[in-house]
T-cell receptor
Framework: DAKTTQPPSMDCAEGRAANLPCNHS???????VYWYRQIHSQGPQYIIH???NNETNEMASLIITEDRKSSTLILPHATLRDTAVYYC??????????????FGEGTQLTVNP | GAVVSQHPSRVICKSGTSVKIECRSL??????MFWYRQFPKQSLMLMAT?????????EQGVEKDKFLINHASLTLSTLTVTSAHPEDSSFYIC??????????????FGPGTRLTVL
């Protein structure tokens, strides 16, 4: 799986948009970009994933650059409960492929009141 | 949907004893479950991949005789830490892969089990 690079920490004001970047310059054509987050002392929570088109769900939006070498996770209106470590992971997504997720160090997002 | 539970959520044991942690997929069948370990201020590290009805596949450096994994049904996998020592104290997290529905092949994580070995 391709390696990802994320800033170690970010701060965001409550109510503002949080934009979390991720670099994955070695991503291959069949690898998806996944985002998970982990609130302190809890298991990781799936947020969103995408291949090349921008994606949006009830939690967040995922913007993937045209060359797919980087992406941004957007939390449109951050709340205090969004304080967590956010992990960007790239991997192949097929029914028969291995599903191992390799977690990097992630970005510690702190939402401030 | 796609809920994974773990039991217990927290356990304290004496050195030398064995501890069993259960991981259950509550509303889906999981042919594959994964066990991770997380030390304080570190990221998750995959320990092993558990496939229903077959032997688990362990990551390099993980002792299979110390961390026994059993995946006897499509909704339950167990991790037994045998002869636990203080250095085994960690946060153990399982995940299950959902084969069915729209979320096929996605992994959903349990809430984790905090193990403290005295």
């Amino acid at each position: 799986d391709a390696k990802t690079t994320q800033p170690p920490s970010m701060d965001c004001a409550e109510g503002r948009a949080a934009n979390l970047p991720c670099n994955h310059s070695t991503i291959s054509g069949n690898e998806y970009v996944y985002w998970y987050r982990q609130i302190h002392s809890q298991g990781p929570q799936y947020i969103i994933h995408g291949l090349k088109n921008n994606e949006t769900n009830e939690m967040a939006s995922l913007i993937i650059t045209e060359d797919r070498k980087s992406s941004t996770l957007i939390l449109p209106h951050a709340t205090l409960r969004d304080t967590a470590v956010y992990y960007c992971i790239v991997r192949v997504r097929t029914k028969t492929s291995g599903s191992r997720l390799t977690f990097g160090e992630g970005t510690q997002l702190t939402v401030n009141p | 949907g796609a809920v994974v539970s773990q039991h217990p959520s927290r356990v304290i044991c004496k050195s030398g004893t064995s501890v069993k942690i259960e991981c259950r997929s509550l509303d889906f069948q999981a042919t594959t479950m994964f066990w991770y370990r997380q030390f304080p201020k570190q990221s998750l590290m995959l320990m092993a991949t558990s496939n229903e009805g077959s032997k688990a596949t362990y990551e390099q450096g993980v002792e299979k005789d110390k961390f026994l994994i059993n995946h006897a049904s499509l909704t339950l996998s167990t991790l037994t830490v045998t002869s636990a020592h203080p250095e085994d104290s960690s946060f153990y997290i399982c995940s299950a892969r959902d084969w069915g529905g729209q979320s096929y092949n996605e992994q959903f994580f349990g809430p984790g089990t905090r193990l403290t070995v005295l």
